[in-house]
């Protein structure tokens, strides 16, 4: 059995005298930042240098809009016309770090995605199962069938796993809200829940989105959630990588959200709480940005997101890539030009992914193989918004990304 939220190994109220930290556990912080909340740069590395600089990189990505204009004004303007090698290598063989792809248990029973699996990537991200969405049932036992089978794919195939996601304000189960707290406290619980799982798969993560999607859909502060509510806006986040470190000591705990390319005012947000973090004490070391971007983005939004996110020193994970042409806000572009520019968004996330020094890239993780597993299909069926066509044979992007990665 995989415990409850009443039975897991944490000893209660532990952490009220052991790990009281410097912030004050169970001071309510605001949900926005004060205008003095600290600035500072993380200690335990040297100041980062670009390999390239800003110029450079947005130079590189003009010049693959460029090429891909170039090829695709050879033939008909539709992805297929943009050549791709034959003998194209696997993304995890010319990459100088992890690729990795998300994954649902049921995957693993079509041998044809779960060879494309192995053949590509080296790293595996659950899509939902690792959520407490699966693993918390109602009377608060935990369940871990299909997370498991992940790992043991991944171990089979000495894939890395990553775990996603521990605390996400979009997910609070019933037996969390409906706790019963004559049996156990509602910190304990969380806590529980945290070395439940990261403890779980202690040995074998190489990283855990611990809090995912922290920062206000507007980005002016933190999210709302039950968590929040119950432990502090701020707390609730500090204490979750305080426990995600008990229960797995050399993990990479990552803070992770998205459109941080597209909303400037959203990423000073972000880094400032990873500052906050880093200040309290809280072993946060790694940020993902999760990538889920259109074709029609400006060149250069996503060389300057991961430039400013590499600002700290720490990790960066691009952790949930993909391209979609549907959410495209210009509607006036064709089929054929959001194709074009769906590979030119590949290249240049590549590109600035390669441009950080080699020890702050941590992971390249594609929100889906192929076209036909993405979960943009069920917003819009006419969606392709994944490096792999529907058969799993590479599309323009997994050339851009296999040139960028070899470069
Ligand atoms: C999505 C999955 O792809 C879907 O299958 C699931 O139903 C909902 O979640 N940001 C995240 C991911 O961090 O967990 C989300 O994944 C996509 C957005």
Same mark, same amino acid.
């Given at each position: 059995m995989g415990g409850s939220l009443y039975s897991s190994p944490v000893k209660r109220g532990r952490w009220r005298d052991a790990d009281t930290h410097r912030d004050g556990w169970g001071v309510q912080t605001p949900t926005a930042l004060p205008p003095d909340a600290p600035s500072v740069r993380y200690a335990a590395t040297s100041p980062v240098t670009l390999r390239s600089t800003g110029e450079e990189i947005s130079r590189r990505a003009v010049l693959t809009s460029a090429s891909a204009l170039a090829l695709s004004a050879c033939g008909p303007r539709d992805a297929q016309s943009q050549s791709v090698p034959a003998d194209l290598p696997p993304l995890k063989t010319v990459a100088p770090f992890r690729v990795g792809a998300c994954v649902q248990a049921l995957h693993l029973d079509d041998p044809a995605l779960s060879a494309l699996l192995a053949r590509q990537v080296g790293q595996l991200t659950p899509e939902w199962e690792m959520k407490m969405e699966y693993i918390v049932q109602p009377d608060g036992s935990f369940r871990f069938d299909a997370p498991d089978r992940i790992a043991a794919f991944a171990r089979a195939h000495g894939m890395a796993l990553l775990?996603?996601?521990?605390?996400?304000?979009?997910?609070?189960?019933?037996?969390?809200? @409906?706790?019963?707290?004559?049996?156990? =406290?509602?910190?304990?619980?969380?806590?529980?829940?945290?070395?439940?799982? *990261? +403890? @779980?798969?202690?040995?074998?993560?190489? =990283?855990?989105?611990?809090?995912?999607?922290?920062?206000?859909?507007?980005? *002016? +502060?933190?999210?709302?959630?039950l968590w929040a509510q119950r432990l502090g806006a701020f707390d609730h986040i500090a204490l979750a990588y305080r426990t995600a470190r008990e229960a797995d000591p050399q993990a990479t705990l990552l803070l992770n959200d998205y459109n941080l390319e597209y909303m400037p005012k959203k990423r000073a947000t972000f880094l400032k709480l990873a500052e906050r973090l880093l200040a309290s004490g809280a072993p946060l070391t790694g940020l993902g940005t999760q990538m889920h971007v259109a074709a029609d983005i400006a060149p250069g939004k996503i060389t300057t997101m991961i430039r400013e996110l590499a600002s700290l020193g720490l990790p960066i994970h691009v952790s949930e890539l993909d391209v979609s042409l549907t959410r495209a806000d210009n509607k006036l572009l064709s089929r054929g030009e959001l194709q074009r520019r769906q590979t030119a968004v590949y290249a240049e996330a590549a590109e600035a992914f390669m441009a950080l020094p080699p020890r702050q890239r941590f992971a390249f993780t594609l929100w889906g193989l192929r076209d036909r597993d993405s979960w943009l299909k069920k917003e819009n069926a006419s969606d392709a918004p994944a490096p792999f066509d529907d058969a799993g044979r590479p599309k323009a992007g997994a050339a851009a990304l296999v040139e960028a990665f070899r470069a």
């Open positions: 775990g996603h996601t521990l605390v996400w304000y979009a997910q609070s189960p019933p037996a969390f809200e @409906r706790l019963d707290e004559s049996r156990i =406290g509602f910190a304990d619980a969380y806590r529980n829940y945290i070395h439940a799982v *990261a +403890g @779980r798969y202690r040995g074998q993560a190489v =990283g855990w989105d611990v809090v995912n999607e922290a920062v206000a859909e507007d980005g *002016a +502060g933190w999210r709302d959630s």
